[in-house]
């Protein structure tokens, strides 16, 4: 069970620090310059207590330390945010998604989605459902993370605002939430944010966050076994805030200097927040005055388990930095939250609910007037009654009669019996009829047993027993429980069972027949889909070729020019390259409508790679139950088929094969399939590999890279590009 204190958790994070700190305390001693005589009476020294400091800790220990508990508190339905504050380039995003070139450097984001699905996989007893979304606050302009679409040179989706209803919280109107359903899938879009996250260069930080984002995981979850009218829900927010930076350190000019400004603002209008929450005396907490406190106002001040982790440099330069980010840390430490459990109930569930209370009274009165029956109702069935239930299902099964009459469990549980031969039946035989040879060569043949108290046992017989099967079973005419069925009567020998290979291709035709045609449709379509994207790939690098070859004969056009010198007057541009302008843009445009194809069909051939991977499975697993049924082969003797069998047909084994060797590589941790995976499919899509933000322009420029080899060079296929294509516009 969790226990929450109401009051924030505050952690240090230190970066370079030299001290080591005591374990709540961090104590600064700045030491005056000998050579500076003149008097000062600013203090040299601070202590500040917080309720931890991270220093010199694995990021597993930061996980465990600071993320661990809003994890857990979240599945139970409180909702929960980590927070990273501090001076630009001082640990804020390597703190919350850490690095993504090794996974054992991956930050508490990673880390929440792996406990997030663990405890999932755990909690049997509960349904969950997980949406993720994925909010950067930039320049005061709330976007979208995961909502443009890759490549198109649309700005991301806008008219985005921070809405409050009683009852709900706050929530970002517009926002897109993604179902997701395991931690590979998580990661996917993790990832996919990252790379449209808006990056910049400094002095402090060559990869410097330049907009504060929320990385929210939204869980719903219902009881099983309780009423399923309750259902909780939570937040589990994980915000990376931009750095404060101080312009005279980090050097940033032009649009960074722009940036800072909006940063430095609202990080100053969040500590206003705190200042107002932190004093009791104070009724009004300006939440509204920029988008950063009004989306974080329940995580600040309302129902939520808050942890903040103040990153902090140990240089004596980023002294005054260090120190406003401890006082924000102080400060907030004395902000109180009121996190209560989010309880819902479905309204609609109620009335689901109250209807079949309503039909269950209904069927409790039929039982209360047939208990004035007991000897009919709970006895077991004579011969005359059992005959009649099979009478009776099969006029139901051959369509001349429409309902069968049940008056009791034990009727029903005949009934039942009796389907199930039926269907065993007609199985087995059309099994034998395709004439197929079982086991060491004895046929197998199918005998309704001749006995006319117990005509129901159908018997799948070897010829030896042919014989003792048509004499008549007296025993069973004797005693009106039935006897278990003798293990030598209705099961083969170990032995006997057709090979499954076989077995399976006559499934394939008979039972299976229908999953296995949608199979061969699925794959079919799949095939399809996978020539498309291959002939879009081509077209896509074509028009790319072609967009690299305008530019560089403009850029030629160009420089020409101005070796030669621009006369005064003259225009910029020369009539060549005025002409190649519309043409560039209209190269342009081919490229984005088929690059958006390519985009659509990628996620078409993964969708039917789903629907053949499933149908596959689903394929085996019916035929494994209808082997069993059939054959009544012991347990011990089943031999499963694996994914791996040779009778499993379909497409993609190289890549199986692939991912197969990938879990033997990272045996030691097997957990680190997914982040590996969903990082290899993400550099895949981009075609390079990336560090930090995944997204930063560097990840851009290689990729640029990787468009523009020489043309005889065929490369690899390039499938995507990353978000913004005004980004990618400026670099080209
Ligand atoms: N604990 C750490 N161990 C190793 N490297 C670290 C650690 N913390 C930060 N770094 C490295 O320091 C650099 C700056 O860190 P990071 O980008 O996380 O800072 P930041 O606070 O997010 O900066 P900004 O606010 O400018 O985005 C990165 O290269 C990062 O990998």
């Known amino acids: 069970e969790c226990r929450y204190d109401s009051h924030f958790g505050v952690l240090v994070c230190t970066l370079n620090f030299c001290v080591c700190p005591a374990p709540q305390t961090v104590n600064i001693h700045n030491r005056k310059d000998p050579r500076n005589l003149a008097l000062n009476n600013q203090p040299s020294s601070w202590s500040f207590q917080l309720d ?182 939570s937040k589990l927010n994980l915000v990376d805030l931009a750095g404060s930076e101080r312009l005279g350190k980090t050097g940033s000019a032009g649009q960074g200097l722009k940036e800072a400004m909006y940063i430095n603002k609202s990080l100053s209008f969040l500590e206003q927040a705190i200042l107002a929450l932190a004093d009791r005396r104070r009724d009004h907490v300006p939440f509204r005055q920029t988008k950063l406190t009004y989306a974080l106002k329940d995580a600040l001040g309302g129902n939520c388990n808050t942890v903040l982790v103040a990153n902090i440099y140990g240089e004596a330069a980023q002294i005054e930095e260090t120190l406003s980010t401890l006082r924000f840390g102080s400060r907030m430490k004395r902000v109180q939250t009121h996190p209560t459990v989010n309880e819902h109930i479905d309204p609609a569930q109620i009335k689901k609910l109250e209807k079949e209370v309503q039909m269950l009274k209904e069927e409790l009165s039929i039982y209360h007037g047939l208990a004035v029956r007991p000897s009919n109702v709970y006895e077991p069935l004579s011969d005359a009654q059992v005959a009649e239930i099979q009478s009776q299902v099969r006029r139901y099964l051959n369509g001349t009669s429409k309902e069968i009459s049940i008056i009791s469990i034990r009727q029903l549980q005949e009934v039942f019996a009796q389907f199930k031969l039926a269907t065993n039946s007609s199985v087995v035989l059309s099994f034998s009829r395709q004439g197929k040879k079982q086991g060491a060569g004895s046929p197998v043949t199918v005998m309704p047993v001749a006995s006319a108290s117990r005509p129901k046992q159908v018997r799948i017989q070897t010829p030896e027993r042919e014989q003792e099967a048509q004499e008549p079973d007296i025993q069973s005419q004797d005693t009106q429980e039935s006897p278990p069925p003798s293990k030598e009567l209705c099961c083969f020998p170990p032995s006997a069972p057709p090979p499954k290979a076989e077995a399976f291709e006559a499934f394939k035709v008979g039972q299976g027949g229908e999953l296995n045609h949608i199979l061969k449709e699925n794959k079919a379509v799949l095939l399809e889909r996978h020539a498309r994207l291959r002939q879009l790939t081509e077209e896509v690098n074509t028009a790319k070729r072609k967009i690299d070859r305008t530019t560089a004969a403009i850029e030629r056009y160009k420089d020409k020019r101005a070796r030669q010198g621009i006369a005064k007057g003259e225009p910029v541009l020369g009539e060549p390259e005025i002409s190649l302008v519309p043409h560039l843009r209209e190269l342009k445009a081919q490229y984005r409508q088929r690059y958006e194809a390519l985009r659509s069909t990628t996620a078409e051939v993964n969708y039917c790679q789903h629907l053949v991977d499933q149908c596959r499975v689903r394929l085996l697993n019916e035929f494994e139950s209808w082997y069993k049924e059939t054959f009544r082969v012991p347990e011990e003797v089943l031999n499963v088929p694996k994914p791996e069998d040779p009778v499993q047909p379909g497409i993609g084994e190289d890549q199986e094969l692939f991912e197969r060797l990938q879990c033997e590589r990272l045996g030691d941790s097997p957990r680190a399939i997914s982040f590996y995976n969903a990082r290899q499919r993400t550099q895949k899509r981009v075609g390079v590999s990336f560090s930090k933000h995944s997204s930063t322009l560097a990840s851009f420029q290689c990729l640029f890279r990787a468009i523009r080899r020489p043309e005889n060079d065929p490369g690899l296929p390039v499938y995507l590009l990353p978000g913004r294509y005004h980004t990618i516009q400026q670099n080209n």
């Open 52 to 233: 931890g400091v991270l220093h010199h800790v694995s990021q597993e220990e930061v996980y465990a330390r600071v993320g661990r508990r809003a994890v857990l508190g979240a599945l139970e339905g409180y909702n929960g945010t980590v927070m990273c504050f501090g001076q630009t380039g001082a640990g804020k995003t390597y703190t919350m998604t850490g690095s993504t070139e090794s996974y054992k450097q991956r930050g508490i984001i990673p880390r929440a989605l792996q406990e997030v699905f663990q405890q999932v996989e755990k909690r049997c007893e509960y349904t969950f459902s997980v949406h993720l979304s994925y909010l950067e606050i930039y320049n005061e302009t709330l976007v979208d993370l995961l909502s443009s679409p890759r490549g198109s040179s649309d700005p991301p989706a806008r008219g985005m605002v921070v809405m409050e209803e009683p009852g709900r919280g706050v929530f970002i109107r517009g926002l897109t939430l993604h179902p997701v359903h395991s931690e590979g899938e998580a990661l996917n879009l993790l990832f996919e944010g990252e790379m449209n996250r808006i990056i910049g260069a400094h002095a402090l930080n060559k990869n410097s966050s330049r907009s504060h984002c929320i990385f929210t995981v939204h869980i719903e979850s219902r009881s099983r076994t309780l009423s399923d009218a309750k259902y909780v829900t």
